[in-house]
Structures are given as structure tokens and as C-alpha cells.
């Protein structure tokens, strides 16, 4: 575990570019108290509950909630992260991943 991640915080794990959802992990461990009030909003997802694995960047495997609980995981959770950093910290992946699938899907075009 990096420095980063001795203090609970929300980490993004995986973008599908085909959705545009971006799914976060806990950087640590939470107590089982906090585990009751976040359940709710995670789930455990494997790379074939993804559909495509090709258009989906990251981890695909663990306890995860997506973009839309997060604001309400931080807020259980007194996570205090600027959401701002993070979504800069994202947008050049999340283009050149986009740029990828473009290419991929031209690729597939011709091929045909």
C-alpha cells in the first residue's frame, strides 16, 4: 500500500468506455460498522459482468461502486477527497481511451 492509501479514500479502478461509468475501490480497510452503511452501494464485479472487456479499462475484478453512489459512499464515509482532482486526473485516459474504441470499431468496419 502506498503512502497515498494509508488514508481511506476512494481510488477509480475501471472506466467502461462504452457506458461512460467509472467504478471506485476503498484504498483501505473499513470497519465492519462502515461496511453495514456502504454495502448498499457496492457490488462485486468480475470481468464478465462487463460485457466487452475490450472497451473497459482497469481492474475488472473487487468491490466497487460506481460514479453514481460516490458522492454518497464519501459522504457515509467522511471522505473528504476533491472530486475535482480526480476528474482531472481522468479526462486524458478517458480520451485516449475513446480514441482507441474509434479506432477499434474503424478497424472492425474495413475488416468486414
Known amino acids: 500500500m502506498s503512502k497515498d492509501e494509508t488514508k481511506l479514500n476512494l481510488r477509480l479502478s475501471a472506466i467502461d ?9 476503498l484504498t483501505s480497510e473499513i470497519s465492519d460498522e462502515q461496511k ?9 464485479y468480475t470481468p464478465e459482468e462487463f460485457g466487452n472487456s475490450e472497451n473497459v479499462a482497469g481492474i ?3 468491490w466497487m461502486c460506481n460514479d ?10 467522511k471522505i473528504k477527497e476533491e472530486r475535482k482532482k480526480t476528474v482531472q486526473h481522468l479526462q486524458p485516459v478517458q480520451k485516449s481511451l475513446s480514441k482507441n ?12
Open 68 to 77: 453514481e453512489d460516490i458522492n454518497y459512499v464519501r459522504k457515509i464515509l
Open 36 to 44: 453495514k452503511l456502504v454495502k448498499p452501494y457496492f457490488k462485486y
Open 17 to 25: 468506455c462504452e457506458t461512460s461509468t467509472k467504478y471506485y475501490q
Open 60 to 62: 475488472m475484478e473487487g
Open 101 to 112: 474504441i474509434t479506432l477499434q470499431d474503424q478497424i472492425s468496419e474495413v475488416d468486414l
